[in-house]
């Protein structure tokens, strides 16, 4: 798709990732506060592909996670955005809202913010009929996250992730919904 979207919020911009939003990524992904719920940090080199990975994404589907900045001064922190869930389980294929912000700007509601305008569009532009969201049962400030964006919780829908070994203590993940209006 030719067309790649850019979402603003009041205090956010949700747009294509460029080079300079490379290597905060990059610093990012090696933070292992951010990556605590994930099974381990990223280098460069595997979070540059992970760009590249999310910009084949957005080419193939015409959505995808987006590079977050402050709207006010331009700062990267981190990306929130749709893709689809790239492994096999119970409930795909399906539409993922995910997020990961660097740790200095949790708790100031950016991700609730940029996740609520990101399920608006899923909802009303792309008419997405519904969408997912997973993370590991030890992740509880995403939990909330999740519970906060509205999504529901079922825990018939929990599953062991496919892609980490079933005694991994990240292996366990719950799954939320979220239908359209």
């Known amino acids: 798709m030719d067309m790649k979207p850019q979402i603003t919020t009041n205090r956010l911009e949700l747009s294509q990732w460029q080079k300079q939003d490379l290597e905060p990524f990059a610093k990012l992904n090696s933070d292992p506060k951010v990556m605590q719920f994930f099974p381990s940090t990223l280098n460069r ?14 080419d193939k589907y015409g959505y995808g996670l987006w590079s977050t900045s402050l709207k006010e001064t331009g700062e990267f922190i981190g990306f929130i955005g749709l893709l689809q869930v790239g492994f096999e389980a119970h409930f795909t294929p399906a539409i993922e809202i995910g997020w990961r912000l660097d740790h200095k700007f949790w708790g100031k509601g950016y991700a609730t913010e940029g996740a609520s305008v990101v399920i608006d ?19 509880l400030p995403s939990i909330r996250l999740m519970k906060r964006l509205g999504m529901t919780h079922d825990n018939k829908d929990d599953f062991d992730h496919p892609r980490l070994d079933s005694t991994h203590r990240l292996c366990r993940h719950c799954l939320f919904r979220k239908r359209s209006y």
């Open 121 to 139: 569009y899923a909802f009303n532009t792309l008419k997405i009929s519904e969408i997912v969201s997973f993370t590991s049962q030890l992740n």
């Open 45 to 58: 080199e595997q979070s540059d592909q992970l760009v590249d990975k999310i910009k084949a994404h957005f």
